[in-house]
């Protein structure tokens, strides 16, 4: 008799119940999918410098710069030199007014779709966010009136900016 319990006991199958390890799934790859997609559309890519990189010579035509000071911003061009300055209004950076100043530089150099932005050793994160967002980026009106964003500089290197020469 007690062999026969033993026979029996060990030929009975296990049932698993993977029904709600399944639900789970199907709930969970769409959902890891969507926000796969979403995260992808907030990033913004940045060209960094690098400490082990030697300069390659660098290609001809225009290197815009967006000097952010303590005080001021400040936009030229690499080879030629400054070409404005935007002074501070009530404590704050006037970002409207670089991005005036850009949309002209845009008029005048329409091809062009790279801006280094340069910061000094204690700006704020936020400011260089503002400043990206500046430089990236303008709102405007199409041909019916409609509000749009036109892209100005998209694509954007930073950096450290120079020290000021004390004279």
Do not use: C
């Amino acid at each position: 008799m007690r062999a026969s319990w033993r026979k029996h006991r060990h030929n009975d199958p296990a049932d698993l119940d993977i029904t709600a390890f399944m639900n789970l799934m199907v709930i969970l790859v769409p959902f890891l999918l969507i926000t796969a997609v979403f995260s992808r559309l907030a990033i913004l890519e940045l060209n960094l410098p690098s400490s082990g990189e030697t300069l390659a010579d660098e290609p001809p035509g225009m290197q815009l710069e967006v000097v952010v000071r303590a005080d001021r911003i400040e936009v030229g061009e690499r080879n030629a030199g400054l070409m404005t300055r935007v002074p501070m209004v009530e404590e704050d950076y006037d970002y409207p007014a670089l991005t005036e100043y850009l949309q002209r530089v845009k008029a005048t150099f329409p091809d062009k779709v790279d801006a280094t932005i340069l910061l000094e050793p204690e700006i704020p994160y936020d400011v260089l966010v503002q400043v990206m967002d500046a430089v990236r980026v303008f709102d405007g009106f199409d041909d019916a009136g409609e509000s749009v964003q036109a892209e100005l500089f998209p694509e954007i290197s930073i950096g450290d900016a120079p020290a000021l020469k004390r004279s």
